[in-house]
């Protein structure tokens, strides 16, 4: 509360570390939040104030340099940003040299056609630098108080947020504590200016002092939904001369929608009618080819530019120039679709990073894009995403594999889609191997994915610039060496790798560093770290691949199965497919020492392997 905006000082500059947490790459010094309530005679105004200082402790922590925030425009109602200031400290020579942001670099993005998104980078930010900005934003829109998050993904030392609500507006509060929060509330008596009117105001001031980071989880989809924080949601706005219930469900979404932009754009016609009608006259009777056959052609013509969006800034100019957002090409898509002869709709969703769509209540600001749905004559579906290159017939991204989706109907409801399960993703694997007299493996490895897996496969691979960063990726990844990998029929749903890898030996671990990529086998073979994390990274797709493993060398000595009776050394066997293949195939190469007629000890899921054989 007592943070003054401006005041840095040069022990904040070169504080090198933070001892909370001496792993952080940044650590948020102060901040300041204010949400209130301007009411004069004949205006309402919800403003909400933010200033903040942070230290730059790594290179990795020069993100937090580029600041983003949110805001909404519509012809009737607008939210005004003032008060903005940027500043980052430095140390030159022994003295603080500050270096401002010109308002002229701050850039204007549409994400829809209500919602905007304001970017700016702080000038001169390097490790060790402390940066600080400001801004003000008042709103036309009174019932929407913003969402308050107590954590982020860096450390916070000292925080004040304030939140005042006059007694007009009644919402619905969703706080998640934390034991770091403090939380006062208050009531205080406000006199209009100008009037003698008077009334309560309910006071909300949240402390929260060495706040520790909650960091991006690999599974988590979206780390918000875990944050601790307060979001708002309004019931009614209760005055002397106007009351409003709010009760706003999917029929009101889906209404406004219909009389939106979006409606206008999803009837974009088709600009590339020569090219489907050639694609009709070649696939006459067949759905599934003339569907994938026009989902490419659009995949093609215009490139993706890595944007998720709801809405296009200009259809024509994406086809014009072969770039665009997901919005371009999904509009385009739709058009060809339709041009084909087939009826097509809009699903509408908020990807898994974003979080779900609310159950409790209707969102239209909660949609972030859409993806098409073909409605085939049979009474089946099939769902496609223009935007990557990957995706294909019922196979998406993963970030766009949400359980919680909006069928869009301008005739009707819509209605919920879950796009977790629209196909079934097969990983297989066969391991063919040979261990000679002095302990090393030879062999190969075929692992087949098909749908999903296929796409995380072909995701992957394509972030490298060529095959041979590939293969360095997979040999830091998996701690491996490789000899080659050749890769064939990508963008086939049913796709093959053949990797040819050298694992090199690998250190002795503990029970707690034995994972799903650990395969222990028994006195003879201490154990083989096996390429193995492809299956739970997918959850939804990949390809066909084929692995040629060498083990170079071997770890020391295991402890032995203290089974009665057993005196073999046989450690925990992990779960996977890949694994239990492989470790089959030794019993049949390699006499095991047995317990009991099992190999010991198995996981449940492993059972059927450990019977008696």
Known sequence: QGYKFGKVSKEEIEMSTYDKDTEADAVVLNEKILVYYSINVNDFKLVTEVSRKIKILKEAGKEWGDVEFYYYETPHLKEYISGFNATSYNIENGKIVKASLDKKYMTTEKL?????????????????????????????????????YFQTHIPIKSSYM?????????????????????????????????????????????????MPALKKEPYVWCINDHRAGIDYEITAIDMPMYKKNFSVDWADVNNAIKNSEFNSQFKTKNPYKAEVAEIIAKTEGNDRERITQILRLVQNKIKWDGTRRFLSENISKAVKDGAGSSADKNFVLAGALRDAGYNVSAVLM???????????????????????????????????????????????????????????????????IDLTKLVKNNMTSYVKAKISSDGKLKGTCTNAYSNQFV???????????????????????????IDSINVHNRMSLRSSEIISQILSGCPSVTDSEVNSRLAIINTSFRFLKVLEDEKSSAQGG?????????????????????????????????????????????????PFP????????????????????
């Open 112 to 148: 829809s056609e209500s919602r905007y998104r304001r970017k700016f980078s702080i000038p001169q930010v390097k490790a060790g630098t402390v940066i600080e900005y400001k801004y003000k934003i008042t709103s036309d829109y009174i019932y929407n108080v913003p969402v308050l």
């Open 162 to 210: 304030e939140v005042s609500i006059p007694e007009y507006f009644r919402f619905n509060s969703n706080l998640k504590q934390h034991e770091r929060l403090n939380l006062v509330r208050d009531v205080e008596n406000i006199t209009i200016p100008g009037t003698d009117i008077s009334y309560a105001n309910e006071v909300m001031k949240f402390s929260i002092s060495d």
């Open 350 to 416: 908020s990807t898994r990073e974003q979080g779900r769509l609310p159950l409790t209540h209707a969102s239209q600001d909660k949609i972030e894009t859409f993806i098409i749905r073909v409605n085939l004559p049979n009474g089946s579906h099939v769902y496609l995403d223009g935007a990557s290159i990957f995706s294909n017939y019922n196979v998406l991204p993963t970030n766009l594999l949400v359980d919680r989706a909006r069928l869009y109907d301008p005739n009707g409801l819509g209605e919920w």
């Open 455 to 481: 796409y995380t496969f072909n995701a992957n691979y394509d972030n490298c610039k060529d095959n041979s960063e590939y293969c360095e990726a997979v040999e830091k990844k998996y701690e491996v060496e």
């Open 542 to 590: 990949a390809s066909q691949s084929v692995h040629t493993l060498i083990l170079r060398s071997l770890p020391p000595d295991l402890a032995p199965c203290r089974k009665a009776g057993c005196r073999g050394f046989i450690g925990p066997v992990p779960q996977p497919l890949l694994i239990r293949l492989f470790v089959f195939l030794c019993y049949l190469i390699v």
């Open 594 to 613: 047995r317990c009991q007629g099992k190999i010991h000890p198995f996981s449940p899921r492993f059972s059927r392997f450990g019977k008696k054989l």
